[in-house]
């Protein structure tokens, strides 16, 4: 009867233990799953490719939300960082993919100046068939990056407006000058092998990103077309398959930056069968 006791016992405390995980992590934000599931699926459409976060696609097709957590894994560690949830939805079409990434940010950090830091997110993809590092990849295990930057956003969006000011100014009203960085993309498409070994891809445009920034909410659209056009340096994403993808989001507020970041992990990516009509 002891030994019954104490198994009872220990089986109480292993649950109120659970619980009180639970209600502290709930009360951080993080939301609670389990490991079964946590698979992403890119839903199979017969239409275009949303290249907007505001389309109302998005809205049927069902998120995922993945928990974050600091990165202690290299120096300097960030073991606090303010995002705790990303929510990830995704589709494609057979031709292109699209992912739509939402985290809640009470501040818009989309200007980089000496001092202040810019609001990022980015999704990583082994090029091989096992899982490289999730954070940068690792040598002969590399890992295609796509980093969206929201200053690199808000360039993109200047240059945009300037259609506009150019018709005030026919119409008499003055304009306003500014030096604008030009573009290809609001991402950033990289190969990275290890910690500070970062590469910037020679061609960028392949990967384009779309964001809006309301009511504290970062809301960032990232696309490609399925097609490998670089065999060695472009991750495969092939319809009907399975593979792994991990996530970071940056607060530039909360000073962060390179490796001080919030983090999630290698999940697993469904691809939909191509829909066939």
């Known amino acids: 009867m002891t030994s019954v006791h ?11 233990s659970l619980l009180l995980l639970a209600l502290i992590l709930g009360s951080l934000g993080i939301p609670i799953v389990s490991s079964e599931g ?31 957590s600091g990165q202690i894994i290299t120096r300097p560690v960030w073991p606090e960082p303010t995002a705790h949830a990303l929510a990830v939805r995704a589709m494609h079409n057979g031709t292109d993919i699209a992912f739509l990434l939402e985290w809640q940010d009470n501040t818009k950090n989309d200007r980089l100046t000496p001092g202040t830091f810019r609001d990022g997110v980015a999704l990583g993809l082994p090029l091989g068939d096992a ?3 999730f954070c940068m990849g690792q040598l002969d295990h590399y890992i295609n990056i796509w980093h969206w930057k929201a200053d690199w ?9 300037r259609t506009t000011e150019k018709d005030k100014a026919v119409s008499g009203e003055p304009r306003r000058f500014e030096v604008i960085p030009r573009r290809a993309s609001s991402v950033e498409d990289l190969i990275g092998g290890g910690f500070s070994t970062l590469t910037t891809k020679e061609k960028q445009g392949r990967v384009q990103g779309k964001a809006t920034w309301k009511d504290g909410m970062w809301r960032v659209v990232m696309r490609r077309p399925l097609s490998n056009e670089e065999q ?15 996530f970071a989001v940056w607060n530039g507020e909360n000073k962060e930056r390179n490796g001080q970041k919030a983090i999630a992990p290698w999940f697993q990516l469904a691809l939909d069968p191509v829909t066939k009509t």
């Open 232 to 246: 060695e340096n472009e991750a495969k994403l092939i319809p009907g398959r399975i593979q792994a993808v991990s």
């Open 153 to 161: 956003q808000s360039d993109i969006d200047r240059r945009a407006a």
């Open 6 to 16: 104490t198994s009872r016992t220990k089986l109480l405390y292993f649950l109120s």
């Open 38 to 68: 946590m698979i992403i699926r890119a839903q199979a459409i017969t239409r275009d490719i949303p290249v907007t976060p505001e389309d109302p696609l998005w809205q049927k097709i069902p998120p995922m939300t993945l928990p974050l």
């Open 131 to 133: 899982p490289a590092f």
